[in-house]
């Protein structure tokens, strides 16, 4: 049974950082593009940023371009995030998820979440 644990949340002020980890167990996922995902209170999910199997392409949402990175450690069966320039907005639950794609994270095809992380950015 694949189990993802993200790390790494909390709270922090405004243009600050964070590196947020989630680290997979149950079988080796570097095959499967991966990514993060966030909900914030009353919000729907909103996609963040994936990376492909080999961690030769990534896509980020609008939200994050310039400001996020997602990376992975395909050694390590783990993958990370990145987070600069926080914003009071950026205050969600984040979630990593794997796909059975190699290429994209979409949550109709991916089967394997995390529990999630909080990160609050205070203004």
């Known amino acids: 049974q694949v189990q993802l644990v993200e790390s790494g949340g909390g709270l922090v002020q405004a243009g600050g950082s964070l590196r947020l980890s989630c680290v997979a167990s149950?079988?080796?996922?570097?095959?499967?593009?991966m990514g993060w995902f966030r909900q914030a209170p009353g919000k729907e999910r909103e996609f963040v940023a994936n990376?492909?199997?080999?961690?030769?392409?990534?896509y980020y949402g609008d939200a994050v371009k310039g400001r996020f990175t997602i990376s992975r450690d395909n050694a390590k069966n783990s993958v990370f995030l990145q987070m600069n320039s926080l914003k009071p907005e950026d205050t969600a639950v984040y979630y990593c998820?794997?796909?059975?794609?190699?290429?994209?994270?979409?949550?109709?095809?991916?089967?394997?979440w995390g529990q999630g992380t909080q990160v609050t950015v205070s203004s």
């Open positions: 998820a794997a796909s059975l794609s190699r290429e994209f994270v979409r949550p109709r095809d991916s089967p394997y």
């Open positions: 990376i492909n199997w080999s961690g030769g392409k990534t």
């Open positions: 149950g079988r080796t996922l570097s095959g499967n593009a």
